[in-house]
T-cell receptor, first 113, second 114 residues
């Protein structure tokens, strides 16, 4: 089956820097993408989502970019804080398809004070 | 507070001893699902349910059972647990069959099968 992958397993940044986490997907039929944050000992938590009719969406300190041409998704975190330290993973889903979202393996973001 | 509640948080058992992990959501969500999370493999779906009395297999259903008798509850049953089912399990729910809506996850159940 097709899968979602991540380019980097670990990303270390300094507090205050901007962070960029990348995700590649291979199912061209996917039309809904979500970023989740998972802190140690907790369940994944929704951060931001984007549908395929958009190429950019902004939230509070986070921005998701979607490039359908190269099947690439990225999460940008502005002014990264220690509380942003967590594993981030993307998920893709296809409207009208199977009810099984595909998750990436995750990138561990480490924020140094 | 809107939430998905799983119990127990930690569980140690022995091979072959039946167990049930409970999951309950208070958001009136139609869609519920179970995942296991293993190092290097990410989240994999075990079973999902689109509504009461409607369940279906995910990617890794072998060795698991589920039921959806009520909208709010979606227990995961291991009839005869084996060591390869040692994993971190998450229950999740969504308002619309999981197709185009975000999932709300529980806090997880760490299961060890000896």
């Amino acid at each position: 089956g097709e899968s979602v992958g991540l380019h980097l397993p670990t990303l270390s940044v300094q507090e205050g820097d901007n962070s960029i986490i990348n995700c590649a997907y291979s199912n061209s039929a996917s039309d809904y993408f979500i970023w989740y944050k998972q802190e140690s000992g907790k369940g994944p938590q929704f951060i931001i989502d984007i549908r395929s009719n958009m190429d950019k969406r902004q939230g509070q300190r986070v921005t998701v970019l979607l490039n359908k041409t190269v099947k690439h998704l990225s999460l940008q975190i502005a002014a990264t804080q220690p509380g942003d330290s967590a594993v981030y993973f993307c998920a893709e889903n296809r409207s009208g398809g199977s009810y099984i979202p595909t998750f990436g393996r995750g990138t561990s973001l480490i924020v140094h004070p | 507070e809107a939430q998905v509640t799983q119990n127990p948080r930690y569980l140690i058992t022995v091979t072959g001893k039946k167990l049930t992990v409970t999951c309950s959501q208070n958001m009136n969500h139609e869609y519920m699902s179970w995942y296991r999370q293993d190092p290097g493999l990410g989240l994999r779906q075990i079973y999902y349910s689109m509504n009461v009395e409607v369940t279906d297999k995910g990617d890794v259903p072998e060795g698991y059972k589920v039921s959806r008798k009520e909208k709010r509850n979606f227990p995961l049953i291991l009839e005869s647990p084996s060591p390869n089912q040692t994993s971190l399990y998450f229950c999740a729910s969504s308002s619309s069959a999981g197709l185009g809506e975000k999932l709300f996850f529980g806090s997880g159940t760490q299961l060890s099968v000896l």
